[in-house]
């Protein structure tokens, strides 16, 4: 389990370092990643798949939710139990599946 951080100052050593290990299987955890971030694996020498996210511009396979059909769903069972006043809490950031979330409600 590799936690990458642009902060650190190891943090494009380490992207070589595992997108050039031939023997690895890498794992993405696309929630808060962007296409600039996708970028830095698209020349790895190994097989990705991204979960909980997807690249528009990068040849990922992915697995993900459907953000908006889970939100509606969400929705009607508060409406169904009689909720009337339901609201939404967004966060600042404006991720991709944070938007299709918010498209469902």
Known sequence: LILLDRNNSDFFKTIKEITHDINAYIILVGTGMSEEDYLLFNS????IVIMDGWSKTCNFPSIAINNE???????????????KKIGYIRSILRLPNFQEREAGC
Do not use: D, T, W
Request: hydrophobic share 45%; glycine share 6%.
């Open 69 to 83: 059909a889970i939100s509606q769903m969400a929705v009607s069972l508060l409406a169904k139990y009689g909720h």
């Open 44 to 47: 790895a020498y190994n097989r």
